[in-house]
């Protein structure tokens, strides 16, 4: 059974450098989900795609943020010029349309830590 | 927008009891809705799910029943056991908006 996978577990970078993660859905699984989520707080929605297109984007998405997915499987999620603020847990999440209940599946996460 | 709410932040059982949790929501147009369980450190799990033209849905060990004259949801665990300690979730399906949750401590 592989469900959602995310790598790397566990990223520490300083302040301003760029960080990247990946997510890989589960494979008939045409949404994709990221979200982020600090402690003492459930997952905020930043983004989704529905096959490799990217459909919805929240307000929480700076600029300094960038997903994508681009053939329509495996997604990475960019970060540039990291600040402390963008310490967080971030979760990917997929799920299939078309079906009674489009029930999101969530990996692991990736917890980014900015010195 | 949608707003879903849990009543109580921390909730705290014996072991072998059953528990109950419970979720309100203000989005009338959900077509279900979702319990998840958050282990620390862990990602969301999904628990069960029930549709908005559903009163009732049962699991193993866990009941969600769905009230849509008051907007609420509640989880029934039955039999708690110590691995049931987790945080819990009841967004509302498509973008799932979850507010803070419910801490569930089972103590032995």
């Known amino acids: 059974d592989t469900g959602v996978s995310q790598n790397p577990r566990h990223k520490i970078t300083k302040r301003g450098q760029n960080v990247t993660f990946r997510c890989d859905p589960i494979s008939e699984h045409n949404r994709l989900y990221w979200y982020r989520q600090t402690l003492g707080q459930g997952p905020e929605f930043l983004t989704y795609?529905?096959?490799?297109?990217?459909?919805?984007k929240s307000r929480l998405l700076s600029d300094r943020f960038s997903a994508e997915r681009p053939k329509g499987s495996f997604s990475t999620l960019e970060i540039q010029r990291t600040e402390q603020g963008d310490s967080a847990m971030y979760l990917c999440?997929?799920?299939?349309?078309?079906?009674?209940?489009?029930?999101?599946?969530f990996g692991p996460g990736t917890r980014l830590t900015v010195l | 927008g949608e707003s879903v709410g849990l009543h109580l932040p921390t909730l705290s059982v014996q072991e072998g009891d059953n528990s109950i949790i419970n979720c309100a929501y203000s989005n009338s147009a959900s077509d279900y809705f979702i319990w998840y369980k958050q282990e620390s450190g862990k990602g969301p799990q999904f628990i069960i799910d029930i549709r908005s033209n559903m009163d009732k849905r049962q699991g193993q060990r866990v009941t969600v029943l769905l009230n849509k004259t008051v907007k609420h949801l509640s989880l029934q665990i039955a039999a708690t056991q110590p691995g049931d300690s987790a945080v819990y979730f009841c967004p509302g399906g498509g973008k799932l908006i979850f507010g803070q949750g419910t801490e569930l401590s089972v103590k032995p």
């Open positions: 999440a997929s799920s299939r349309s078309g079906v009674l209940t489009d029930t999101q599946y």
């Open positions: 795609f529905q096959n490799e297109a990217q459909l919805e």
